[in-house]
């Protein structure tokens, strides 16, 4: 559930760019977030080209949690076109409030309530000390109106349980593990994966289908030019090409192993095994796959 609190939904542009405008007019128009960057890409000629198989979780209602790459920035917008493009509507992401994904996909307005399930860092705590770090900027920003440690891992806990709920429902949850813009090949990955595979009972997590994926390198640059194109009606006649690659799936179980006590290990625990899974997945050498 999204939180109220305005104070954390800083807008990361003085003026709104115009490929931003017309996300929400497509979304206005067909009711949907994912649909609407389809009919984007599209207009665009961005390509999405899919190595992997998705036939078990790409069609709606199919319960997925979706855990990828974050190096490049703007992987949401080309992941849930292609969603938008299998008719998936019911999708979500675990963000932070303030990120320039959950601005952009909160200005489509209407169609994108309950999109964004947001968790923020203990950085932005009022009653610790200040951080140096990429959170800096929205730490002062919120000066003395910066929540307690408490009320962030309560508003952090309610929304990891609330992504639980929207997976036993059988929507699609996307969530970037190291909880930052960087490489989840190199990186630590943050607990909260494993948190929210412990909300999900024995039974759910069978139904539950987690899904790793990975992008190869792209210039986010290019991506945003395009959409920029097409929010003035022009288009240029070559197509740019993603690639995303599909690495191991399968329920809490397959991944995991059927044998693995799941209910005695930590969260740190179950997302290092994931961790491991993924390294495994994309370890090998791919064209583009550059670390």
């Known amino acids: 559930m999204e ?12 003026r709104e760019p115009r490929y931003v405008r017309r996300l929400r ?3 206005t128009r067909v009711r949907s ?10 207009r665009a000629r961005i390509q999405v080209r899919i190595i992997g198989d998705t036939s078990v979780w790409s069609r709606p209602g199919r319960a997925c949690l979706l855990v990828g790459d974050h190096r490049d920035r703007f992987e949401l917008a080309p992941l849930f076109a292609m969603l938008g493009g299998c008719g998936r509507s019911d999708v979500h992401v675990i ?16 169609a994108a309530e309950g999109i964004v399930l947001p968790v923020d860092p203990g950085t932005l705590a009022g009653d610790r000390p200040i951080v140096l770090n990429r959170d800096l900027p929205q730490r002062l920003r919120l000066g003395r109106q910066a929540p307690t440690r408490a009320a962030l891992r309560e508003a952090n806990r309610r929304t990891i349980a609330r992504a639980a709920e929207l997976l036993v429902a ?29 909300q999900l009972d024995s039974n759910q997590r069978n139904e539950v289908h987690i899904v790793l994926f990975r992008f190869d390198n792209f210039a986010p640059t290019r991506l945003v030019r395009r959409l920029l194109l097409d929010s003035h ?20 179980h397959e991944l995991l192993g059927a044998e693995a006590p799941i209910d005695l290990l930590t969260a740190d625990e179950i997302t290092e095994r994931l961790r491991r899974r993924y390294q495994v997945a994309f370890e090998r050498p791919h064209a583009g796959l550059d670390m």
């Not at 593990?177 to 989840?184: E, K, L, Q, R």
């Not at 240029?236 to 690659?245: E, I, S, W």
Request: glycine content about 8%; aromatic content about 8%.
């Open 33 to 42: 977030v994912p649909r609407a960057l389809y009919a984007q890409f599209r």
């Open 233 to 252: 009606d022009l288009r240029l006649r070559r197509p740019l090409r993603l690639t995303l690659r599909i690495g191991a799936q399968g329920s809490v």
């Open 95 to 110: 963000a932070k409030s303030y990120s320039m994904n959950a601005a952009i996909i909160r200005a489509a307005g209407r």
């Open 3 to 14: 939180s109220n609190d305005e104070r954390f939904r800083a807008v990361p542009w003085s």
């Open 170 to 198: 059988g929507h699609l949850v996307t969530l970037f593990p190291c909880g930052a813009v960087t490489n989840a090949l190199r990186n630590p990955w943050r607990p909260g994966l494993g948190r929210l595979i412990k």
């Open 25 to 27: 007019e497509d979304a």
